[in-house]
């Protein structure tokens, strides 16, 4: 019983991974043709992320825009992600990026609370969240039909003897 849960949890998890990074590599190539709008940066901040071993930094744009009457904020500046851990490469989008600065940013008609400004680009990491999240689902499937069919077997063994000693 243990392995059957531990699969289905390994495929939820798989196919999870999977799922968020495929949305995340989908909205990256399909935002550019997204309709546009003129927001506004509300915060310009890095984000310093300390761990035990390790500092690394994060840039935070806010912005806002509206979409007919209603107003949003969204800090997304691409789907591909910006955030690769070093100082400059932070500072580079608060500069690039102060606040009150005027942005044109793509909104998803659909929800045009899903927005981006740098749209176009996924990034690497969304690529192998989604093939790892993929092969961890495949592989989770692969291992439950295994016991399955693992079951099965043992089950049909277990009846013939009692089928071969009732005809007698």
């Given at each position: 019983?243990?392995?059957?849960l531990?699969?289905?949890?390994?495929?939820?998890?798989?196919?999870?991974?999977?799922?968020?990074?495929?949305?995340?590599?989908?909205?990256?190539?399909?935002?550019?043709?997204w309709?546009?709008?003129?927001?506004?940066?509300?915060?310009?901040?890095?984000?310093?992320?300390?761990?035990?071993?390790?500092?690394?930094?994060?840039?935070?744009?806010?912005?806002?825009?509206?979409?007919?009457?209603?107003?949003?904020?969204?800090?997304?500046?691409?789907?591909?992600?910006?955030?690769?851990?070093?100082?400059?490469?932070?500072?580079y989008?608060?500069?690039?990026?102060?606040?009150?600065?005027?942005?044109?940013?793509?909104?998803?008609?659909?929800?045009?609370?899903?927005?981006?400004?740098?749209?176009?680009?996924?990034?690497?990491?969304?690529?192998?969240?989604?093939?790892?999240?993929?092969?961890?689902?495949v592989?989770?499937?692969?291992?439950?039909?295994?016991?399955?069919?693992?079951?099965?077997?043992?089950?049909?063994?277990?009846?013939?003897?009692?089928?071969?000693?009732?005809?007698?």
């Amino acid at each position: 019983m243990m392995k059957w849960l531990m699969g289905l949890m390994l495929l939820v998890f798989g196919a999870g991974l999977a799922f968020s990074g495929g949305r995340m590599v989908y909205r990256s190539q399909v935002s550019p043709g997204w309709p546009s709008v003129e927001g506004t940066v509300t915060s310009s901040t890095v984000e310093t992320l300390r761990s035990k071993r390790s500092v690394s930094f994060h840039p935070e744009v806010r912005y806002r825009y509206a979409v007919g009457s209603e107003v949003f904020t969204s800090d997304t500046l691409s789907f591909g992600g910006n955030d690769s851990g070093v100082l400059a490469d932070a500072q580079y989008y608060t500069r690039h990026y102060p606040s009150g600065a005027k942005v044109t940013l793509h909104y998803q008609p659909s929800d045009p609370s899903v927005s981006c400004v740098e749209c176009g680009s996924a990034g690497v990491a969304n690529y192998v969240v989604t093939l790892g999240g993929a092969a961890l689902a495949v592989v989770a499937a692969a291992g439950l039909l295994d016991m399955a069919r693992a079951s099965r077997k043992e089950k049909a063994r277990a009846q013939q003897p009692a089928r071969a000693g009732a005809a007698r």
